[in-house]
């Protein structure tokens, strides 16, 4: 079977739009007690990776009705203390740090409580990952991934869902387990793969659909930004011959209903 994604409205299949579901999400998430946001990405050299980090938080803050500042655990800046400080400096006593994180693996077990250690001020409150401490598939994020996919306006009978890469065995299930998710909300064959760490790769991930009969492949890219990895998915998949590789998750709408409600949780469990 082919499916031919056209670039539909963002509504669920009840018929409610994901902007409702936000509007929805406004007046709680404004009642909490933090005062400001706080996205903490992985970060990248690449300045389109930052921008579309920013784009989110802009796309947040227009729902949010609070401050939202973004800041990086690699590679790029703020860090995590100098936008804290920045938030303090501006009189913002409580802040909610959503990592914009996918997994549970180094990045969230090392990297994030390293950055977040010392603070200049009140410590944060520190939200899950959005990708879900429990590694089990959010909705929204399938919803994601086919939204992107759906911009690709072109037909395909399999998926290869194309992620980071870890050494992490739970990490690597995650995304596993979310290939399967995003499968099934398609209808089609989907494959797990990793720009780096562990196998297999977007390119191997390709050839095992083709011997198993798919002819048209597309890459769902399971990423917030396009950074190195993302342009070493693209090289691979492009490579292998596919019909199109996805923009990364970005400022999809369901991301943003996410992170709003990650704020509005962490906000309702530490008030």
Do not use: N
């Not at 996918?102 to 009140?122: I, N």
């Not at 290939?179 to 989907?190: I, V």
């Amino acid at each position: 079977m082919i499916v031919t994604f056209m670039v539909l409205g963002p509504h669920d299949e009840g018929g409610t739009t994901v902007t409702d579901a936000i509007e929805t999400l406004r007046p709680v998430a404004e009642a909490a007690a933090p005062s400001a946001l706080l996205l903490l990405a992985h970060g990248s050299l690449a300045p389109e990776a930052q921008e579309s980090t920013r784009a989110l938080a802009r796309a947040v803050g227009s729902s949010l009705g609070s401050r939202v500042e973004v800041a990086f655990l690699r590679h790029s800046g703020p860090t995590a203390r100098q936008a804290l400080g920045t938030l303090a400096g501006a009189g913002h006593e409580r802040v909610v740090v959503v990592p914009l994180l996918l997994t549970s693996a180094f990045h969230a077990r090392v990297d994030l409580p390293k950055a977040l250690s010392d603070p200049p001020a009140r410590a944060p409150i520190v939200a899950p990952v959005v990708g879900g401490p429990t590694g089990v598939p959010d909705g929204r994020l399938v919803g994601a991934l086919q939204r992107r996919l759906a911009e690709l306006d072109v037909a395909f009978d399999a998926v290869v869902l194309a992620a980071a890469g870890s050494v992490d065995v739970a990490a690597c299930s995650a995304v596993t387990a979310m290939a399967s998710a995003l499968g099934t909300a398609l209808g089609l064959p989907c494959r797990a793969a990793f720009a780096s760490a562990t196998a297999p790769t977007p390119g191997e991930a390709v050839e095992a659909l083709r011997r198993a009969g798919a002819r048209r492949i597309a890459v769902a890219s399971y990423c917030f930004a396009a950074g190195l990895l993302f342009r070493v998915t693209v090289e691979a998949a492009t490579a292998a011959g596919v019909v199109g590789v996805s923009h990364p998750l970005g400022d999809a709408p369901e991301l943003v209903e996410l992170v709003l409600e990650r704020f509005q949780q962490a906000g309702d469990t530490k008030a």
